[in-house]
């Protein structure tokens, strides 16, 4: 198994561009999730999903959006990039069993915008 | 509104000691606990759950106690070695959702 798999690594974008940042598990989990990590601030959860067509926002949703078509995959668009979205972003999964609800996490995306 | 703290200034141990970092929640009824290692550049990786009806449990060099009268919880690492050295997460959560609240961790320096 791969685990969670996060592309690209590393990404610069200009000001009021747009990207995806694709992130996918092979482990069949139910849940996945989107965190951004900042000096000082943690983890920050953006938008979760709790299965194949369901998602919700977590702490900070702005300026960010999700979909999940399929188990698998759950990507995270910026629609009009900002510096203040400059992070690095963690895309998480969980199988959705009470008796073990640990997340795994990808190896994460750094993002500069400038 | 909920939240949690862990110490922000690094802890610098030696060799051999015990380590002991905190994680103290507010505003805050978990059904458990998670502590994770995070090492520079990478990923946060699980160690281990904590339930609100345990006090304690264990694996291997690592120990965790929740508290859910003080609100608090305390991660330990006996007989520490430099591989140790790492960012430690603490996270309260409930259910089997993948909805975590992470306090901001403690680095954690083990010098030879």
């Known amino acids: 198994n791969a685990g969670v798999t996060q592309t690209p690594k590393f990404q610069v974008l200009k000001t009021g561009q747009s990207m995806t940042l694709q992130c996918a598990q092979d482990?069949?989990?139910?849940?996945m999730s989107w965190y951004r990590q900042d000096p000082g601030m943690g983890l920050r959860l953006i938008h979760y999903?709790?299965?194949?067509?369901?998602?919700d926002q977590g702490e900070v949703p702005n300026g960010y959006n999700v979909s999940r078509s399929t188990t698998e995959d759950f990507p995270l668009r910026l629609l009009s990039a900002a510096p203040s979205q400059t992070s690095v972003y963690f895309c998480?999964?969980?199988?959705?069993?009470?008796?073990?609800?640990?997340?795994?996490f990808g190896p994460g995306t750094r993002l500069t915008v400038t | 509104s909920q939240k949690i703290e862990q110490n922000s200034e690094a802890l610098n141990i030696q060799e051999g000691k015990t380590a002991t970092l905190t994680c103290n929640y507010t505003?805050?009824?978990?059904?458990?606990l998670q502590w994770y290692r995070q090492d520079p550049g990478r990923g946060p990786v699980f160690l281990l759950l904590?339930?609100?009806?345990?006090k304690e449990k264990r694996k291997e060099r690592l120990k965790v106690t929740f508290d859910t009268t003080l609100k608090q919880s305390l991660f330990h690492i006996t007989a520490s070695q430099p591989a140790d050295s790492a960012t430690y997460l603490c996270a309260p959560g409930s259910g089997n959702t993948g909805k975590l609240i992470f306090g901001q961790g403690t680095t954690l320096q083990v010098k030879p």
């Open positions: 505003n805050y009824s978990p059904a458990y």
């Open positions: 999903s709790v299965g194949a067509g369901i998602t």
């Open positions: 482990m069949n989990h139910e849940y």
């Open positions: 904590i339930r609100e009806n345990e």
């Open positions: 998480a999964s969980a199988p959705g069993d009470s008796s073990s609800p640990e997340q795994y």
